[in-house]
Nanobody, 126 residues
Framework: QVQLVESGGAEVQAGGSLRLACTAS????????IGWFRQAPGKQREGVAF?????????AYGDSVKGRFTISKDDAKNTVYLEMNNLKREDTAVYYC??????????????????WGQGTQVTVSS
């Protein structure tokens, strides 16, 4: 089954850090741009970060996480990471990674993505 798998979610205090990982066991992520999204209860899914395939020019972040989150990838490990620093309570959400399968929507538009993972819970407490 073609699927992405997220890991690294946890409960952390405000101001803390977490690193999420996104990997796939049955296919290589290398040809795909990979996006991280999040969804909090009662809210729409929000684009958090994007890293294109190949060169890293074109990395994009949502306004709410700029300067705090960093997306990176390790092709040898077939993994894309989301480093989250200075976490805030409003970062609490289920975080998903997905592979970009369509162009023309913008890097953080969910419509451009397929092959979604099941999500990992991030809870930030005060």
């Amino acid at each position: 089954q073609v699927q992405l798998v997220e890991s690294g979610g946890a409960e952390v205090q405000a101001g803390g850090s977490l690193r999420l990982a996104c990997t796939a066991s049955t296919f290589t992520l290398k040809p795909y741009g990979i996006g991280w999204f999040r969804q909090a209860p009662g809210k729409q899914r929000e684009g958090v970060a994007f890293i294109p395939c190949g060169r890293e020019n074109g990395i994009a972040y949502g306004d709410s996480v700029k300067g705090r989150f960093t997306i990176s990838k390790d092709d040898a490990k077939n993994t894309v990471y989301l480093e989250m620093n200075n976490l805030k309570r409003e970062d609490t959400a289920v975080y998903y990674c997905a592979a970009e399968v369509a162009t023309g929507w913008g890097p953080l538009a969910a419509e451009a993505y397929g092959l979604w993972g099941q999500g990992t819970q991030v809870t930030v407490s005060s």
